[in-house]
């Protein structure tokens, strides 16, 4: 077998053999070539070939020349007519490419293959591989071919050809997010090309999407003045649609990006909701979907700029959010940034119940509708000392639902590592291995599920186990350039099994923070008047709003307490409402004081007995604790939002600082938790401890019993 030749037709002609190139110095020589390279395969007839070398000026013994231009083309390819390529047949000459390469043919299959990953919804793949088509055109085809006949039969045909790549690359780069970068191509495309509608089409498309629909509609009427003004004709049917559509900002122009969920069916169940609220957040989100025309999109979900206007209240109102709207605003641009390859992680910091959780819900309802895939964990207080149980529960669900093809794809390379912590319940890996073998494999893991928009959400960080800790901190720098987005929530300062790794997580300068804020007095209301009463008048809704100081999930344990007792939501039942508050939240409040150990218990119970204001000399002297050690305990109880000292500030307590409970609620819950002993004799040590240091303050203490 002699060389493998390598024809360059998109551009000048040109041939290669092993990376070398092998001039064809002889024009004719190079119509020749040309003539037989376009019509790869088939056999071109002596007679075409004479049309093609000298049009209407045929010499004398044309046949005879042809053939002796054959003869020195194949010497100059240092081939003969019996090793090919150029083979002689009884009515002319064939090229048979069998062994060689024609950058045409590679074209050509370039565009066969972004047509299918496009009709597979992978764009991005399309986007890929019509790019490297692109690539293949060094200039103008043919440039050094000197025949115009054989120009004027190929060129229409491969320009055409030309302009459909590119149309389709444009579809493929505005499928997955890239309008803005498109906008400058386009416009010389259309100056270029100013009758070609469908990239008219896509500027303004582009140009919708990039938040200028002015220019948008400008654009059409630019074309409507070119096509009456040159053809006296109308823009086409569909281009009359769209700029409808431009002007009525239609929902069906917004960006969507393949909907993965039938293939990740189950992945997000991997974070049970925490509550019936969740999974109602699910099936409205989907609703909202359809609405919105996603349906009719077959599954794509929506993400543009101009989304976001409407984004923010009615997402809010669908899921049952008060006061979130600046969250979710940040959450949605984050993910646009993520899916447009710019990855990050999001915390979520805030204190126990004020809705980390239900943002996460919100955050995976936005990601989906982008068409993100989500894979979701939760750090859990029980199993933090299961080396890689967070990882876990983000990949293994995906691993084992993918089939042996795409669990190979994942797996590619140096990921296989990690296959091992996946397969087996007792794996190497579990005993803690952190070598950078098995964090690369993990990441390289991450990087191959992030070949599309990905989020992962982590709940609850603080309660990670160590590895997946480790993991985190590996990723964070390696995020820049992936379509991934990492939203963990976490309650600040609540003890981690690793703090150093924990913070190296979530205090990395790329990181961004959110933090929920409790619910003002007006949303407070509103969700008294949601959940229990639509009725519900503005004292009792004020009486919830002071006892739970607008946390959401005290607001919701005392409504529902209310609803359990059948009170009237009225000023009468503000009474009765501090009556079975304490209780309504006492488990919750007790069960997170034991988790703290002791020296917090003691520290709350003497608090509640003292009540708001106390001293913290005080506090420590009923409590039995040694002033160190309650000013320790002072610090964790601010930090995980117990207590507060007074006046509220982020500084940390000092000894002479005084301090309350930062919810009326959570110290009435500590005092009824108090055995009746207890509390009988923390009285009356409090009232001699005051009266020692004040003798007027004993006597006020003994009527100091907590009232929400
Ligand atoms: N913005 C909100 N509007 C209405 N209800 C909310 C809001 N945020 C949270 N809730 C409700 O408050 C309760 C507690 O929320 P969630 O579980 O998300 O809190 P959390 O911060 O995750 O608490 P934890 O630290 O204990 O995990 C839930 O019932 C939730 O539905
Ligand atoms: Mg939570």
Not at 520 to 526: L, R, V
Request: with cysteine; charged share 25%.
């Amino acid at each position: 077998m002699g060389a493998r030749f390598e024809f360059k037709l998109l551009g000048p002609l040109e041939v290669c053999a092993g990376g070398c190139p092998v001039p064809i110095r002889a024009a004719k020589q190079r119509v020749v070539l040309a003539s037989l390279l376009v019509d790869a395969g088939r056999v071109v007839a002596v007679d075409q070939l004479i049309t093609r070398l000298w049009d209407n000026a045929v010499p004398d013994g044309a046949q005879g020349t042809l053939r002796s231009y054959v003869m020195r083309l194949r010497q100059a390819l240092y081939t003969t007519a019996t090793t090919g390529p150029i083979v002689t047949c009884a009515e002319g000459y064939c090229i048979d490419l069998s062994g060689h390469a024609l950058d045409l043919n590679r074209f050509e299959t370039l565009v066969r293959q972004a047509r299918t990953a496009t009709a597979q919804g992978r764009s991005d793949r399309a986007s890929a591989l019509l790019s490297d088509a692109l690539v293949l055109w060094r200039s103008e085809p043919l440039s050094n071919v000197p025949s115009d006949v054989l120009r004027r039969e190929v060129l229409p045909r491969l320009g055409e050809q030309w302009l459909l790549a590119r149309e389709l690359r444009i579809d493929a780069a505005l499928d997955v997010g890239r309008h803005q970068e498109m906008t400058a191509e386009l416009g010389e495309l259309t100056t270029r090309h100013p009758l070609r509608e469908r990239f008219w089409a896509q500027r303004m498309l582009a140009l919708y999407r990039s938040g200028r629909q002015a220019e948008a509609l400008d654009s059409y009427r630019s074309l409507s003045t070119l096509l009456a003004g040159d053809l006296g004709i109308n823009p086409s049917p569909e281009l009359r649609s769209l700029h409808h559509a431009i002007l009525t900002n239609d929902p069906c122009l917004r960006l969507t990006f393949p909907d993965r969920r039938a293939e990740l069916f189950g992945i997000d169940g991997s974070v049970p909701p925490t509550d019936p609220d969740v999974a109602r957040t699910t099936t409205a989100t989907s609703k909202v979907s359809d609405t919105a025309g996603v349906g009719k999109m077959n599954g794509r979900a929506l993400l543009d700029s101009a989304r976001r206007r409407e984004t923010d209240w009615r997402i809010t109102q669908d899921l049952g959010l008060l006061e979130r709207e600046r969250e979710l605003q940040a959450l949605d641009a984050l993910i646009m940034a993520a899916c447009l390859g710019s990855g990050q992680l999001v915390r979520v910091e805030a204190a126990a119940g004020v809705g980390k959780t239900r943002l996460l819900a919100a955050a995976r309802a936005l990601a989906r509708r982008a068409g993100m895939r989500v894979l979701a964990a939760r750090g859990s207080e029980l199993e933090r000392e299961f080396a890689y149980g967070v990882v876990r529960q983000l990949f293994e669900l995906v691993l084992a639902s993918a089939d042996r093809a795409e669990r190979d794809d994942l797996l590619a390379g140096a990921a296989r590592q990690v296959a091992v912590l996946f397969d087996q319940v007792d794996a190497p890996g579990s005993s803690g291995d952190i070598s950078f073998a098995l964090l690369h494999g993990l990441f390289l893991l991450t990087a191959n599920l992030a070949e599309g928009p990905l989020m992962l959400v982590i709940d609850d960080l603080h309660w990670s186990d160590g590895p997946s800790l480790r993991f985190l901190a590996y990723l964070m720098p390696r995020l820049e350039g992936l379509p991934l987005l990492v939203v963990v929530a976490l309650r600040p300062a609540e003890p981690a099994v690793d703090q150093h790794l924990l913070a190296q997580v979530t205090t990395d300068p790329q990181a961004r923070m959110l933090r929920p804020a409790p619910l003002s007095a007006a949303a407070s209301a509103q969700l008294v008047r949601t959940v229990l009463a639509r009725r519900a008048e503005d004292a009792f809704c004020l009486a919830c709003h002071t006892a739970t100081a607008g946390n959401p999930l005290l607001l919701r344990e005392l409504i529902e307490a209310a609803a359990a007792e059948g009170l009237e939501a009225t000023s009468a039942g503000v009474a009765r409402l501090h009556e079975i508050g304490p209780q309504a939240v006492q488990r919750r409040v007790a069960l997170r004081l034991a988790r703290l150990g002791s020296p917090a218990a003691v520290f709350c119970g003497a608090l509640a007995i003292l009540g708001d204001n106390a001293t913290l000399t005080h506090v420590a002297a009923l409590a039995g604790l040694a002033p160190a050690e309650a000013l320790q305990t002072a610090r964790l109880l601010v930090d995980i939002e117990v207590v507060h000292q007074n006046p509220r500030s982020p500084r940390e307590p000092t000894s002479t600082a005084t301090i309350s409970f930062v919810h009326p609620l959570i110290r009435a819950a500590v005092y009824e938790g108090l055995a009746e002993a207890v509390r009988l004799d923390g009285h009356a040590r409090a009232a001699r401890l005051l009266a020692d240091s004040r003798p007027e303050c004993g006597v006020d203490h003994r009527l100091d019993c907590p009232v929400m």
